[in-house]
Nanobody, 116 residues
Framework: QVHLTESGGGLVQPGDSLRLSCAAS????????MGWYRQAPGKERELVAS???????NYGASAKGRFTISRDTAENAIYLQMDSLNPEDTAVYYC??????????WGQGPQVTVST
């Protein structure tokens, strides 16, 4: 079973940047996409950004223009560069792996807190 290991969360001030990383424990032959979702207290989980096996990216409305998703296929990893963070970005950020065959996999979710 594939495991996702995330890193990079933390406490930052408004306007700061953070980079999240998510690495799969093994090569995924039937990967459709990997992405980041986030869930703030009292809110539903929402898409932040995703990248398909073909390299096509998709961003949620809150991420467009500020966040950038990228990947390292050799490392089975994706990254989320988050710039111009604001308090509304405070949430648990989950990495997700979507595959053609089998079940999707979620990471544990690093906490990102943007506060003065």
């Amino acid at each position: 079973q594939v495991h996702l290991t995330e890193s990079g969360g933390g406490l930052v001030q408004p306007g700061d940047s953070l980079r999240l990383s998510c690495a799969a424990s093994q090569t995924i032959p039937h990967m459709l996409l990997m992405g980041w979702y986030r869930q703030a207290p009292g809110k539903e989980r929402e898409l932040v950004a995703s990248i398909s096996s073909g390299g096509v990216t998709n961003y949620g409305a809150s991420a467009k223009g500020r966040f950038t998703i990228s990947r390292d296929t050799a490392e089975n990893a994706i990254y989320l560069q988050m710039d111009s963070l604001n308090p509304e970005d405070t949430a648990v950020y989950y990495c997700k792996l979507v595959v053609l065959i089998g079940s999707d996999t979620w990471g544990q979710g690093p906490q990102v807190t943007v506060s003065t």
